[in-house]
């Protein structure tokens, strides 16, 4: 990399601390501190600041609207917002389906959807895994069949993050009954060669939304069913058949790393600050003890091993030799060492890591046992259960890194 960008991703980094020290407003950076679960308004908010800032989507082509940032612009923008413990930069509009669209629809979809998604206006969702169709994708089985100017869709989406919010779904369907049926010729058989890639208007008549609870207490997925939805054929991206070409494309771009090692990085500051000011009893702090030290210390070198990896990830990413392990190593390492780490936020909070009323977390003046964040704390160490779970099962990374670097 050469030292031109080294230095304007440094100046990045730079002035992301202190956009999160002064531009975002008091209120949010409290909620965020506190690990509170963010509202849609929470959302539209940071997204707009982000907007504001210029970096909503300076990932994007200039043609666009973008800054056509380097993939270790990207990649510092990610792990700094995570590091200074600021919301999540919501993917599904800027970082998923705004680039399919741009790269692959058509002019009138790119003048109808990309203005809202660049100022979330629009909030949108992800339609891709069903029941008996999460890890092994290409078995989905929801249907759209063409009726006229229209498809009629049918068929059930699961785990769909936010799709209470959303105004749109963009939805992996089913455009012909079997693969051989499929109009993508030269590679017949194949299940993929079956899906096309559709925009879904959530307010559409047979679209239901049905909430599915997670075990920190909160609204975060849903089922979504669809029953005989009439979608106009005009919201279909690029060919019928093509679906799988689009899903692979953004999926790559689901496999960036940066917010992985920063939440990992605010994750252990805590932990750090915890054991430094908790009392254990006797006089002293719980950092005083030989095994809480280890117990950190081991993660410092963890995270330290896997920033290296990750910043060989970028470097291979920028120079086009990555081979799709990279990405996969990072996400498996990743989420198991926050969620290493958050387990041990909740062993140093003790009786206060036990007494989890998610309630309790939304009201000012009224904090839990312990710290102001202990609630936070237990929620994000519960939620993030899944997190080896969504964006491909860390059994399905491994799969992964068997074939593309041992050769398996
Ligand atoms: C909180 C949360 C949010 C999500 N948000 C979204 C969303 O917004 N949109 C969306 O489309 N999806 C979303 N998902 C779905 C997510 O992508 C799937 O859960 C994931 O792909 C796993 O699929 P599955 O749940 O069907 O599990 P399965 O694929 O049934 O897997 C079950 C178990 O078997 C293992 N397994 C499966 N196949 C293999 C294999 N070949 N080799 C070894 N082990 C295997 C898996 O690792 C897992 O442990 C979300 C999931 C969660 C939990």
Known sequence: MSEQAQARAARLRE???????????????????????????????WMRLLHQQGWAVAHWPLAYGGQAWSM?????FEDELARQGMPWVIPFGVKYVGPVIYTYGSQAQKQRFLPPIVNTDEFWAQGYSEPQAGSDLASLRTTAVRDGDEYVVNGQKVWTT?????????????????????????EKGRPQNAISFLLIDMKSPGVTVRKIGTMDGFHH????????????????IGEEGG???????????????????????????????LAATLPDGRGGFLGDSPLV????????????????????????????????????LIKIRGPELHQ??????IDLLGHAG???????????????????????????????????????????????????????
């Open 15 to 45: 002035e992301i601390q202190d956009f999160c020290a002064k531009t975002v407003p008091k209120a949010l950076r409290e909620k965020s501190r506190r690990h509170q679960v963010l509202g849609k308004e929470d959302y539209v908010q």
């Open 72 to 76: 270790l612009e990207r990649f510092v």
């Open 162 to 186: 936010y799709a209470h919010w959303a105004d749109w779904l963009f939805c992996l369907v089913r455009t012909a009954v079997s693969p051989s049926d499929s109009v993508i010729s030269g």
């Open 221 to 236: 997925v849903n089922e979504v069913w669809l029953e005989d939805v009439r979608v106009p054929a005009e919201n279909l």
């Open 243 to 273: 679906g799988w070409t689009y899903a692979k494309f953004l999926l790559q771009n689901e496999r960036t790393t940066g917010s992985l090692v920063g939440m990992a990085w605010h994750a252990l500051d805590r932990a750090q600050e």
């Open 293 to 328: 030290r280890h117990r950190l210390g081991e993660f410092d070198l963890r995270l330290l091993a896997l920033e290296q990896t990750a910043y060989r990830a970028v470097r291979a990413m920028s120079e086009a030799t990555d081979n799709g392990g990279e990405a996969s």
């Open 340 to 345: 290493d780490i958050a387990e041990a936020c």
């Open 354 to 408: 036990m007494a989890y009323d998610p309630v309790s977390l939304h009201s000012a003046g009224l904090p839990p046992l312990g710290p102001d964040d202990a609630g936070g704390l237990i929620k994000d160490h519960l939620y993030n259960r899944a997190s080896t779970i969504f964006g491909g099962s860390s059994e399905i990374q491994r799969n992964i890194i068997a074939k593309t670097v041992c050769g398996l």
